[in-house]
DNA sequence: ATCAATTTTGGAGTCACTTAAAAATTGCGT
DNA sequence: ACGCAATTTTTAAGTGACTCCAAAATTGAT
């Protein structure tokens, strides 16, 4: 069954609002634009933007789902003979070669992230997204070892590859946000993340272990550079 | 200076206001009590309550602070010899063992889990504190091993640490809402635990590896109890 | 052209939260 | 005990996100 002309029109005006409503966030700020003031430049009433969008907040993650679903893809199409963690290391290269925006690593997502840190609101829904993206990772590796509804390890393992390519994400949207020119962080991050994902499979030891005697910290060079 | 008269009684003042919010939060649900309720039992004025509490999330997690507080502490205090996931792990260990609250895990801590998931608000504000705790475990391990302020292990060990961590509570609050008893709760967090840490030190591994012939995924022994 | 289903809109309301200024309370010096 | 200055509380008015409901407009099929 195609797509009528009714769905169709919906559709369209679904993303003229999303589309208008990002450009003023990105101008302006989000917590500067009012959601009656995208309603107006989009030319339909506030009710019709609700009726689309649960919050205001939605307006600005509408290409959300994207994100969530990148777990049960790479992790069902990991290779043969690759482990969980081999395949998201390599998707995440993978991304960084290609300037994917899908781990938020690409050229001018530094305005996105500046327009997200502006904002609490805003930040904490990002914040729940990535918890959602834990969670699929952890549902897509239970089904990859057809693992039991409450086995642990999954969550586990999820949890701890979604922290990876989280402090990777977040490092580079400082490093440019302090201005750093793009290769060159994409270089630091490639080198950041070979530590990261060595570090998520090879565990972090005793990492800063203290001295017997001394009092004074031990670094190892097991996880340390 | 001793607490003056004017300070005691601010004092008393916010906590009688967080101390009725909280009864009539557990009672009726977060969603279901306005802020203006809240200022009626505590008989005060709705902006007095603002005046103490930036937002009505901050009335239900006063005691949030504690939270935060606790990398910094753990990770100062560990003992001679021992490593930063060791002292976490002892930590908790020993919040189980006495019954402490401070990692959400003791008796009673089951209607506010189920309080904070009843509300989306309330879901996402705690998100956002666990984040928190997250950074506060990458500022001190930082400290712990006089990192360069721009040296990405103690954040990617402060997040793979909380990642643990997170886990583990929230398989408590989980098995805890269902019913189940505290001391077998309790019992089994123990073991998960041990597993969890484990694979903290030593890693992922090659988890959920997919066989080159059959494309039937290998469970390791490596991580897998 | 007509009718039923769907989409959009208008209007009224709730609630969290802000701002500014008046009013009440308190600590302190005399 | 009294009055003054600082602090705290309240009052009042408003903003903005979001909900609910019913009326109006649009659309697809007949």
Same mark, same amino acid.
């Given at each position: 069954?195609?797509?009528?002309?009714?769905?169709?029109?919906?559709?369209?005006?679904?993303?003229?609002?999303?589309?208008?409503?990002?450009?003023?966030?990105?101008?302006?700020?989000?917590?500067?634009?009012?959601?009656?003031?995208?309603?107006?430049?989009?030319?339909?009433?506030?009710?019709?933007?609700?009726?689309?969008?649960?919050?205001?907040?939605?307006?600005?993650?509408?290409?959300?789902?994207?994100?969530?679903?990148?777990? *049960? +893809?790479?992790?069902?199409? %990991?290779?043969? !003979? /690759?482990?969980?963690?081999?395949? $998201?290391?390599?998707?995440?290269? @993978? =991304?960084?070669?290609?300037?994917?925006?899908?781990?938020?690593?690409?050229?001018?997502?530094?305005?996105?992230?500046?327009?997200?840190?502006?904002?609490?609101?805003?930040?904490?829904?990002?914040?729940?997204?990535?918890?959602?993206?834990?969670?699929?990772?952890?549902?897509?590796?239970?089904?990859?070892?057809?693992?039991?509804?409450?086995?642990?390890?999954?969550?586990?393992?999820?949890?701890?590859?979604?922290?990876?390519?989280?402090?990777?994400? *977040? +490092?580079?949207?400082?490093? %440019?946000?302090? !201005? /750093?020119?793009?290769?060159?962080? $994409?270089?630091?991050?490639?080198? @950041? =993340?070979?530590?990261?994902?060595?570090?998520?499979?090879?565990?972090?030891?005793?990492?800063?272990?203290?001295?017997?005697?001394?009092?004074?910290?031990?670094?190892?060079?097991?996880?340390?550079?």
């Amino acid at each position: 069954m195609e797509e009528g002309l009714r769905e169709r029109k919906k559709r369209e005006t679904r993303q003229r609002i999303a589309d208008i409503a990002m450009g003023l966030f990105l101008q302006r700020g989000f917590d500067n634009v009012t959601v009656a003031e995208v309603a107006r430049a989009a030319d339909v009433s506030v009710n019709t933007v609700f009726n689309y969008f649960q919050t205001k907040e939605d307006l600005f993650l509408d290409r959300s789902d994207e994100v969530e679903s990148l777990p *049960r +893809r790479v992790i069902e199409e %990991r290779r043969p !003979g /690759e482990s969980a963690v081999q395949a $998201v290391r390599r998707d995440f290269f @993978d =991304a960084l070669d290609t300037g994917d925006w899908r781990y938020g690593i690409h050229e001018g997502s530094d305005l996105f992230a500046r327009r997200v840190r502006e904002s609490q609101s805003l930040s904490a829904r990002l914040t729940v997204l990535d918890y959602n993206r834990e969670e699929q990772f952890a549902r897509a590796l239970a089904d990859a070892v057809d693992a039991d509804p409450d086995d642990l390890t999954p969550w586990l393992v999820a949890a701890q590859m979604n922290s990876v390519l989280r402090t990777l994400t *977040r +490092r580079f949207t400082i490093r %440019r946000m302090a !201005g /750093e020119d793009m290769d060159r962080v $994409v270089e630091g991050i490639r080198l @950041d =993340a070979t530590l990261a994902f060595d570090q998520l499979e090879y565990g972090v030891g005793d990492y800063a272990r203290r001295q017997a005697d001394t009092g004074t910290p031990v670094v190892t060079d097991r996880v340390q550079t």
